[in-house]
């Protein structure tokens, strides 16, 4: 369809028609077809770290230790790489075309790394494009998942989904941990490892067929003048409501907005919204999502050396203490997910951040006692990031819900690089403060600094938090087309990705 002219309004009841819908089947499928990325991000972080050293004997590829620990950091590097690059095209082609081209392109990337066959250079560098590749794809999905997500889910709903859909990372880490286990243990290393990388594309084949049917998001549509589209779209979805047997309930006529179709804004128009029109709030989400990503790849990251340095754990026996640390990461999300919705989110924010700051904090004095075993310590760790989970999801709601649409992809991309920059930084020096584990005081001291900074997450939340609670997107920030809107930043420079 023919896009409006930028220069002619458009009234509109898309948004209004969105927050109305009652749950449904449609709904719950959309759910399952996009929340997938998570998992499929657990599991590639989880299988990637069990199998760097298997991938050091002769019998695999006989990588030195060092060229198999860049694995896991090639591989973040292309999920910043990713998100900032595809996080842009979301917000310029939409979200179902950008949600599709993610997903092949991780499929190709996980895929084409199980058919590395030799250690030479060549072959090493292949490994090396191809982990890259892989992350590029689940860094584009986080950008154009969560608005998607966002963007098609009634308001009522969007913070528990969105919170429980961020959560499902740590089912990903479960589902890597089992696989890995028995394929490095049941059937030779050398074939055990390749299949260990095939089990999320072989999922995500199944979930590229689901995600065919899925519309493109009415809202991404209206506000880029493409009305006759947007409508169509709408029409689907409250037609897969009625099919379902759900009525639907009478739109709010006023809640009408009026918009002016532009352009697209780049990267630098970006920092003049985030930093000109919302300075309060992008403070708010740098801090959320550096200090839970600090956090959690301090711990994640560093929690084998832990359990052997400091409690003899045999490597053998360290999944085992995976999964229940996973679980623990898992639950919470799902079980204190909707509290987000009904008490708010300043109050869940600020309490998630600062109790598992607190938590940490008696952890570490624990810890240096030398009152803690390998079992206990993991239920501590459990405990701590069964609320540190729920806060970390709810970061990612926090920076996908408080911007304009229109720059909604590229301002979740940003977060989530300078979240993954900064949290790139534990586990380095975390490691460096376990050592050979003879010096406990060290990373006591390294407990209570992680514990500092999600307290201060928390402390931030509490006096920058937005109280986006059932509102609709569009009364939270107020989209850059809307006619007439307060600030200045409109959608300029569009002919480039990165204009003035």
Same mark, same amino acid.
């Given at each position: 369809?023919?896009?409006?002219?930028?220069?002619?309004?458009?009234?509109?009841?898309?948004?209004?028609?969105? /927050?109305?819908?009652?749950?449904? &089947?449609?709904?719950?499928?959309?759910?399952?077809?996009? $929340?997938?990325?998570?998992?499929?991000?657990?599991?590639?972080?989880?299988?990637?770290?069990?199998?760097?050293?298997?991938?050091?004997?002769?019998? *695999?590829?006989?990588?030195?230790?060092?060229?198999?620990?860049?694995?896991?950091?090639?591989?973040?590097?292309?999920?910043?790489?990713?998100?900032?690059?595809?996080?842009?095209?979301?917000?310029?082609?939409?979200?179902?075309?950008?949600?599709?081209?993610?997903?092949?392109?991780?499929?190709?990337?996980?895929?084409?790394?199980?058919?590395?066959?030799?250690?030479?250079?060549?072959?090493?560098?292949?490994?090396?494009?191809?982990?890259?590749?892989?992350?590029?794809?689940?860094?584009?999905?986080?950008?154009?998942?969560?608005?998607?997500?966002?963007?098609?889910?009634?308001?009522?709903?969007?913070?528990?989904?969105?919170?429980?859909?961020?959560?499902?990372?740590?089912?990903?880490?479960?589902?890597?941990?089992?696989?890995?286990?028995?394929?490095?243990?049941?059937?030779?290393?050398?074939?055990?490892?390749?299949?260990?990388?095939?089990?999320?594309?072989?999922?995500?084949?199944?979930?590229?067929?689901?995600?065919?049917?899925?519309?493109?998001?009415?809202?991404?549509?209206?506000?880029?003048?493409?009305?006759?589209?947007?409508?169509?779209?709408?029409?689907?979805?409250?037609?897969?409501?009625?099919?379902?047997?759900?009525?639907?309930?009478?739109? /709010?006529?006023?809640?009408?907005?009026?918009?002016?179709?532009?352009?697209?804004?780049?990267?630098?128009?970006?920092?003049?919204?985030?930093?000109?029109?919302?300075?309060?709030?992008?403070?708010?989400?740098?801090?959320?999502?550096?200090?839970?990503?600090?956090?959690?790849?301090?711990?994640?990251?560093?929690?084998?050396?832990?359990?052997?340095?400091?409690?003899?754990?045999?490597?053998?026996?360290?999944?085992?203490?995976?999964?229940?640390?996973?679980? $623990?990461?898992?639950?919470?999300?799902?079980?204190?997910?909707?509290?987000? /919705?009904?008490?708010? &989110?300043?109050?869940?924010?600020?309490? *998630?951040?600062?109790?598992?700051?607190?938590?940490?904090?008696?952890?570490?004095?624990?810890?240096?006692?030398?009152?803690?075993?390998?079992?206990?310590?993991?239920?501590?760790? !459990?405990?701590?990031?069964?609320?540190?989970?729920?806060?970390?999801?709810?970061?990612?709601?926090?920076?996908?819900?408080?911007?304009?649409?229109?720059?909604?992809?590229?301002?979740?991309?940003?977060?989530?690089?300078?979240?993954? !920059?900064?949290?790139?930084?534990?586990?380095?020096?975390?490691?460096?403060?376990?050592?050979?584990?003879?010096?406990?005081?060290?990373?006591?001291?390294?407990?209570?600094?992680?514990?500092?900074?999600?307290?201060?997450?928390?402390?931030?939340?509490?006096?920058?938090?937005? /109280?986006?609670?059932?509102?609709?997107?569009?009364?939270?920030?107020?989209?850059?087309?809307?006619?007439?809107?307060?600030?200045?930043? &409109?959608?300029?420079?569009?002919?480039?990705?990165?204009?003035?």
């Amino acid at each position: 369809m023919a896009a409006t002219p930028a220069s002619a309004p458009v009234r509109t009841l898309i948004p209004a028609r969105i /927050d109305r819908l009652p749950w449904s &089947r449609f709904h719950t499928r959309m759910v399952v077809a996009l $929340g997938v990325a998570w998992i499929l991000d657990g599991l590639e972080i989880t299988v990637a770290s069990a199998v760097a050293d298997t991938l050091t004997k002769p019998e *695999t590829l006989h990588l030195s230790s060092a060229a198999a620990g860049l694995l896991a950091t090639i591989y973040l590097a292309g999920e910043v790489v990713g998100a900032l690059f595809f996080g842009n095209l979301s917000d310029k082609l939409g979200r179902r075309n950008l949600f599709m081209l993610t997903l092949a392109v991780y499929l190709l990337g996980s895929g084409l790394t199980a058919a590395t066959l030799g250690n030479g250079a060549g072959w090493v560098a292949f490994l090396y494009v191809t982990r890259f590749v892989a992350g590029m794809g689940i860094g584009g999905e986080y950008a154009a998942i969560n608005s998607a997500i966002d963007e098609l889910i009634p308001a009522r709903y969007r913070g528990r989904v969105d919170i429980a859909v961020n959560g499902t990372y740590w089912a990903g880490a479960v589902l890597g941990t089992i696989g890995t286990y028995i394929l490095l243990n049941q059937i030779s290393v050398s074939l055990g490892w390749r299949l260990g990388f095939l089990i999320g594309p072989v999922l995500g084949v199944v979930i590229l067929l689901v995600r065919r049917h899925l519309p493109e998001s009415p809202r991404w549509q209206i506000m880029h003048g493409r009305e006759h589209a947007a409508e169509a779209s709408i029409k689907q979805i409250e037609h897969e409501v009625e099919q379902a047997g759900r009525s639907l309930p009478p739109v /709010d006529r006023s809640k009408a907005i009026e918009v002016t179709p532009a352009e697209q804004i780049g990267y630098v128009a970006l920092a003049r919204v985030l930093f000109r029109e919302y300075p309060s709030r992008a403070i708010l989400g740098a801090s959320l999502m550096i200090s839970q990503s600090f956090l959690y790849n301090a711990i994640f990251f560093t929690y084998t050396l832990v359990l052997g340095k400091f409690y003899g754990v045999p490597s053998a026996a360290t999944p085992i203490y995976l999964i229940a640390f996973a679980v $623990g990461n898992l639950v919470g999300p799902f079980t204190i997910g909707h509290l987000f /919705d009904t008490l708010g &989110r300043r109050t869940m924010l600020s309490g *998630t951040y600062l109790v598992s700051g607190v938590l940490l904090a008696i952890t570490a004095v624990l810890f240096y006692a030398g009152s803690l075993n390998a079992i206990t310590q993991t239920i501590a760790w !459990c405990v701590i990031f069964f609320f540190a989970s729920a806060g970390a999801s709810a970061g990612y709601l926090t920076v996908s819900e408080i911007f304009p649409l229109e720059v909604r992809a590229k301002a979740i991309a940003v977060f989530f690089a300078i979240a993954q !920059c900064f949290g790139a930084l534990g586990p380095v020096f975390y490691g460096a403060l376990i050592g050979t584990g003879d010096h406990p005081v060290r990373l006591f001291l390294g407990y209570l600094l992680g514990a500092a900074v999600m307290i201060a997450g928390g402390l931030i939340a509490r006096f920058l938090a937005v /109280d986006a609670e059932g509102k609709s997107l569009e009364e939270i920030a107020q989209p850059l087309a809307a006619t007439g809107r307060r600030g200045r930043t &409109r959608a300029e420079g569009a002919s480039s990705p990165f204009s003035t």
